[in-house]
C-alpha cells in the first residue's frame, strides 16, 4: 500500500510556482534529489569564492582593554594589528617547529623551564 501519491497540481490553480516546485520536489525519488542538490551546490560555492573579497578573513573577538593594548604596541611598532599579529603567529610557529617552546591550552611554555 502506497503512503503517498504524486498529484500534479492543476495549471488553472492559485498556487505559486515555487510552491508547486516545492510540493513536486516532495515525491522525487532519492537519487534524483542529490543529483540535483550536489549540483545545485557545487554551482553556488564556485560562484561566492569568486565574488568574496574577504574569503580568506578571520574574525578575532577581544575585550575593548585587549583590543586597545594590541592596537597601542601596533601603532608604537609603525604596523597594523593584522601586520603584527600574522608576524606573532609565524613566530609562535617557527619556534614551535624548532622545539624551543611547546604551545598547549595551558599556554606558551619555553622548553627546559618548570
Do not use: W
Amino acid at each position: 500500500m502506497p503512503l503517498a501519491h504524486k498529484t500534479i497540481p492543476q495549471t488553472n490553480s492559485n498556487l505559486p510556482d515555487s510552491l508547486k516546485n516545492q510540493i513536486s520536489n516532495n515525491f522525487k525519488k532519492d537519487d534524483e534529489f542529490r543529483t540535483s542538490v550536489t549540483s545545485a551546490q557545487k554551482s553556488e560555492s564556485q560562484t561566492s569564492a569568486a565574488k568574496s573579497k574577504y574569503a580568506d578573513s578571520v574574525n578575532l573577538r577581544l575585550t575593548s582593554g585587549k583590543r586597545n593594548e594590541f592596537k597601542k604596541f601596533f601603532t608604537e611598532c609603525e604596523i597594523s594589528m593584522n601586520q603584527g599579529f600574522e608576524m606573532a603567529v609565524d613566530f609562535i610557529i617557527r619556534e614551535a617547529k624548532a622545539g624551543r617552546i611547546t604551545v598547549s591550552k595551558s599556554g606558551i611554555n619555553k622548553v627546559g623551564e618548570l
